[in-house]
């Protein structure tokens, strides 16, 4: 068998890794390591699971996005270094319809909130059915709208500073 060498070979070489032919599929510890990483906010543990080939837009069946647990996680590290990496930001589960955004939104996540709004994260998508953020009265909600209606049950937790300033992002107040 002759190998050919030319053009159209290098060609043919480009498009099978432009399709991924040569994409590794990551590990299931490599996958754990990402969402402990995602969960927890480690931004130094996220960045080594993405430099053994993870996607920062990776979904797993039973946790969802990367970037909905960073946006839930006590720090928000894990969350800067996935939007830094190309990590979606409007990206919607599946399973609820809710968005990075929403999540942080309703999990009182204030800075993850102004992160994700500094990236461009969209505040018109809504929450289709609240069953896995565990609160089915935001069901059909945006960002704003639930921001708003936390505010109201939740005068001391959303009346901070940071949620002062985020609010006033979401609401598009000066």
Known sequence: MSVRTGRL???????ALLLGACARTPTPAEVRQAYDAATKGDGAAMRTALSHGIDPNY??????YLIDRAA????TDALVVLIKRGAR????????????????????HC????????????????????????????????????????????????????????????????
């Open 59 to 64: 979904y797993y069946w039973d946790g969802g």
């Open 9 to 15: 070979d290098g060609m043919v070489i480009a498009l």
């Open 111 to 174: 800075e993850a909130a102004r992160l994700l709004l500094l990236a461009g994260a969209g505040k018109d998508m809504k929450v289709l059915h609240a069953g896995a953020l565990g609160s089915p009265d935001v069901d059909g909600l945006t960002a704003p709208e639930i921001y708003r209606k936390s505010r109201i049950e939740y005068p001391d937790a959303y009346g901070t500073k940071c949620w002062s300033e985020v609010g006033r992002m979401l609401l598009n107040t000066q």
């Open 89 to 108: 930001v409007n990206v919607q589960n599946p399973d609820d319809g809710s968005t990075p955004l929403i999540t942080a939104v309703s999990t009182n």
């Open 72 to 75: 839930m996680a006590p720090k």
